[in-house]
């Protein structure tokens, strides 16, 4: 933790998160961690933000000059209408994970996808640029991560949830913004689209713990070694799906990154620093994976 003694304690810059419930973030942890390692005085805290006082607590960023805040459920779309300007990427994907406050004036980031496109470059050698991609699920971290693969370049994007309606919604309004063919299909259809797919990410809840005796979301039947398989669940680090992922040889890369760089791209946005990826990444996994 911070060693408080070391600085001005009158200058300390303080960030943090609105959530609601907040208390299960492993982000206090990352980012007062990474503040310390680059000797910043800087401060991260948890704030229980109900949803009626949401436009009340965004004010305050101004009032109290807080440099800027993370945004989790239920906040990220809410709080678009509190805040100055949208980055691109919040604009398209309609949420908001990051706030920057620059001298009163609050700038809506999502760093989501940024983060899972990082993480994705860091982990492996995945160029979106003329490549096909499965998403399965179509709820909030599909849509950031949709977007986000169509602003890389990516040439064919197909999505699938138990809800069909909802997969098409989503495709459709990708469609409309953005110069990509995506596609709804069926789970039934996943058979006829995988021998062709270069990157598959399960968006959905299944595999997580404590529930990580279930089936995976893709049958590895369905998987083969060209292509990348990410799984946004992180807990358990090896979930059913990346274990199907290794027994057929392709690689698979965990949620942990997507959840890690998001918060990096958030350091680096509130201090202008090259944030500690390292000690960030063990202070997830010792929030995380403790025996
Ligand atoms: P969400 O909004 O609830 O979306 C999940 C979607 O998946 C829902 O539309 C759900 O449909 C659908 N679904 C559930 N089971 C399915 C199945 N077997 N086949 C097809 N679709 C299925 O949740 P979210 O916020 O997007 O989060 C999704 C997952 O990503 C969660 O596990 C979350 O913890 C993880 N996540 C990770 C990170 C990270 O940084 N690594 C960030 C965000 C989220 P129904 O609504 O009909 O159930």
Request: negative net charge; proline residues 4%.
């Amino acid at each position: 933790m911070q060693q408080f003694s070391e600085f001005n304690l009158a200058e300390t810059k303080v960030t943090g998160i609105f959530g609601y419930p907040v208390e299960h973030s492993l982000s206090p942890q990352m980012h007062n961690q990474a503040f310390a390692a680059l000797k910043l005085n800087y401060n991260y805290l948890p704030f229980a933000v109900e949803p009626d006082n949401l436009g009340q607590a965004v004010e305050g960023i101004r009032a109290l000059n807080i440099k800027g805040v993370n945004v989790t459920i239920p906040h990220k779309q809410k709080v678009i209408p509190y805040l100055d300007q949208l980055t691109e990427e919040a604009e398209l994907i309609g949420a908001v994970n990051t706030i920057e406050n620059q001298a009163g004036t609050l700038i809506g980031h999502n760093t989501d996808g940024r983060g899972f496109i990082r993480s994705l470059k860091e982990e492996s050698d995945f160029v979106a640029a003329g490549k096909q991609a499965v998403i399965i699920g179509a709820g909030g971290a599909a849509r950031a991560i949709a977007f986000q693969l169509a602003l890389e370049g990516l040439n064919k994007l197909m999505i699938t949830d138990l809800d069909f309606e909802k997969a098409e919604n989503l495709s459709t309004e990708i469609e409309e913004q953005l110069d990509l063919s995506v596609t709804a299909i069926k789970q039934q259809q996943l058979v006829e689209v995988m021998s062709d797919t270069d990157l598959v990410v399960d968006a959905t809840p299944v595999g997580m713990h404590p529930n990580v005796d279930v089936d995976p979301v893709v049958e590895a039947e369905l998987l083969h070694q060209e292509m990348i398989v990410y799984d946004l669940v992180y807990n358990p680090r090896e979930t059913v799906l990346l274990k199907a992922a290794e027994q057929v040889g392709a690689e698979g890369i965990s949620g942990l990154g997507m959840l890690l760089y998001q918060g990096v791209i958030a350091f680096e946005i509130w201090t202008g620093k090259e944030a500690p990826v390292e000690k960030m990444r063990a202070a997830l996994e010792s929030g995380l994976y403790q025996e």
